[in-house]
């Protein structure tokens, strides 16, 4: 599990296997021990960020700024996907 980094608490962070064939980029937001109901957000081509579910109930305000956060560095991520998995697709 590739953690990307941590922001107030929360961690971000990506599988190591990602199902196959491989979905679209996206983080997964938790605070805690990573777990498969953990947030999902789906980076864009533009490196903005699309929310996909928010399951592990993160107060608006806090996610809409980790998500600030993740449009911020999203080039760093985009990198740090394609170096573990070798490959990438975009959901938009």
């Known amino acids: 599990m590739p ?4 922001i107030a608490g929360y961690l ?3 599988w190591s296997n990602e199902s ?3 979905e679209p980029i996206h983080v997964h937001i938790t605070q805690g021990t990573p777990s498969a109901s953990a ?3 789906w980076i864009t ?3 903005k960020c699309l929310l996909a579910h928010n399951n592990s109930k993160i107060p608006e305000r806090v996610l809409r700024d980790i998500m600030f956060v993740i449009e911020a560095r999203s080039e760093a991520i985009i990198k740090q996907w394609y170096d573990f998995h070798n490959e990438i697709s975009f959901y938009c």
């Open 3 to 6: 953690q990307i980094f941590k």
């Open 12 to 14: 971000v962070f990506f």
């Open 20 to 22: 196959e064939p491989l």
């Open 39 to 41: 947030t999902k957000v």
């Open 45 to 47: 081509r533009t490196g």
